[in-house]
């Protein structure tokens, strides 16, 4: 790999950071769920009730913890730590006009101790952590208000953090707005008429397209040599036989994933996405000074994650299908699942990033790659996790025959380097981490961290640039 290849790992501030209400801070959507798992769904309230147990307001205690976790990232010799900021850390309410300085304080001291060990943050501005007030009090991202107050955030982390930052991505899988709206878009789905809501959650993307852009200018004008980039959920789908059928099934269904991308990269809006709002009568409000903004300030670079790949068939009766965190797709018989359904497919990671380069042609990013797993300690107290070490490993080795393709990779950022609240079940039973951490769904443990058996290999391979697999 390159010299300059940013190998590490990625989390978001709900899932590792806890002190939900600690030093001002406001409740976001994340602190509002309850533990699912599989098959069962997350609760998702507007207060706070008694007698429930919320995952996220201890998550793994990274905000108590952060100096010793960073020294781990650090032993395994990361180059790069994603993590995102939480907006109601800053703005509790999200509609404030000053920042709550105790947060931004908080953020200070986690990047300084990132750069003290030469790593390098990538900070993602959101991810999943709309302020609750917001969602509230504005129907979130409905409301066009949103905007100023989303840019009123940026402006104030990006000046803060202007030494200290220099890679940026703006929203968490944009594209999940429409599979999660609450968590992407803090939409409170009772307050609209079912009939509506598809038309509301593309106005609410329609906003966070220009925060977007806004926040590339802002990031630029603040920060000269700062990178910004997208994120978004690659999801990959196969036709699930050559019938045409089904290729153009997956050709529509490519569409919906590639729109994000498209629109922020080339600075507008794709014909497809214009009719298909056509096609529905939607009627979605945007300015001519929007489209300019879009039109001027695209992002630099494409980040995105990648666990899994499925398909698509035009008929999909009697065919079985996969799981997801926010998307399901039809079972693809050739390939793997891991515990939670969710299919393992090293080879479309290859295909996947081929197939953004030769769309798009600017650098690329692997922020989120990782294998969720049930893990269990011994008396020793370690973790052989060989499965964990098999699924990244798969992918790297996929990884780095794509760069041989010639496309055009930053960095690999596996998620995560640290066991971490499920952000689809709020389990942590479902373990990605290279550390484990002595904590169960029902909140027990003393939060210890432990090394696994991943953790020595991932060192390994950071060591030997991946030449070492
Ligand atoms: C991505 C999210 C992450 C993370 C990951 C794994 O979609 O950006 O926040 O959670 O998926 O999903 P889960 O935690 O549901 O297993």
Not at 147 to 173: A, G, M, S
Not at 340 to 356: A, F, M, S, V
Not at 442 to 451: A, L
Request: glycine share 6%; proline share 4%; hydrophobic share 35%.
């Amino acid at each position: 790999m390159r010299k300059d290849f940013l190998w590490g790992g990625a989390v978001a501030a709900h899932q590792v950071e806890g002190g939900y209400n600690e030093k001002g801070k406001g409740l976001n959507v994340s602190d509002m769920m309850t533990v699912g798992g599989v098959g069962k769904k997350r609760q998702i309230t507007d207060t706070i009730l008694p007698n429930e147990f919320y995952p996220n307001h201890e998550a793994i205690d990274f905000y108590h913890h952060y100096k010793e976790d960073i020294a781990l990232f650090k032993e395994m010799g990361f180059k790069c730590f994603r993590t995102s900021i939480s907006w109601a850390r800053i703005f509790p309410q999200g509609d404030e006009l000053e920042p709550n300085e105790e947060g931004l304080k908080f953020y200070d001291a986690v990047f300084d101790e990132c750069l003290k060990y030469g790593m390098q943050p990538l900070v993602t501005m959101s991810h999943y952590e709309p302020p609750l007030a917001f969602c509230m009090d504005y129907n979130g991202w409905y409301d066009r208000r949103s905007i100023e107050f989303f840019t009123r955030y940026v402006d104030v982390i990006t000046k803060r953090y202007k030494d200290k930052v220099k890679l940026w991505l703006t929203f968490n899988e944009i594209d999940s707005i429409i599979r999660h709206p609450f968590m992407t878009g803090g939409l409170i789905e009772s307050r609209f008429k079912p009939e509506e809501f598809e038309e509301v959650e593309y106005q609410a993307m329609h906003h966070q397209f220009v925060a977007s852009a806004l926040a590339v200018k802002i990031t630029h004008e603040n920060i000269p040599d700062a990178k910004v980039g997208c994120m978004l959920t690659k999801l990959t789908y196969y036709p699930y036989t050559c019938k045409p059928e089904d290729v153009l099934e997956q050709q529509q269904r490519m569409r919906q994933i590639y729109c994000y991308s498209d629109t922020q990269v080339h600075g507008e809006y794709p014909k497809y996405l214009l009719q298909m709002y056509k096609n529905k009568g939607f009627n979605i409000k945007m300015t001519d000074e929007d489209l300019k903004i879009m039109k001027k300030y695209p992002v630099d670079f494409i980040s995105f994650s990648y666990y899994s790949s499925s398909c698509v068939a035009a008929d999909t009766k009697g065919l079985e299908m996969s799981a997801g965190n926010t998307e399901t797709a039809i079972k693809n018989p050739y390939i793997p699942s891991s515990d939670w359904g969710w299919q393992i497919d090293p080879e479309g990671l290859r295909y996947t990033l081929n197939k953004l380069y030769d769309r798009y042609q600017i650098p690329l990013m692997i922020v989120e790659n990782g294998l969720g797993a049930v893990d269990e300690m011994d008396e020793d107290k370690k973790i052989h996790d060989n499965y964990r070490v098999d699924y990244l490993k798969k992918h790297i080795i996929e990884m780095k025959k794509a760069v041989e393709d010639g496309i055009d990779l930053k960095g690999y950022m596996m998620w995560a380097p640290i066991d971490i609240i499920s952000s689809s079940t709020g389990e942590m039973k479902k373990r990605y981490g290279l550390i484990y951490i002595d904590k169960d769904d029902n909140g027990n443990g003393d939060y210890s961290r432990y090394p696994k058996d991943s953790f020595y290999w991932y060192k390994k391979v950071i060591e030997t640039n991946g030449e070492i697999l």
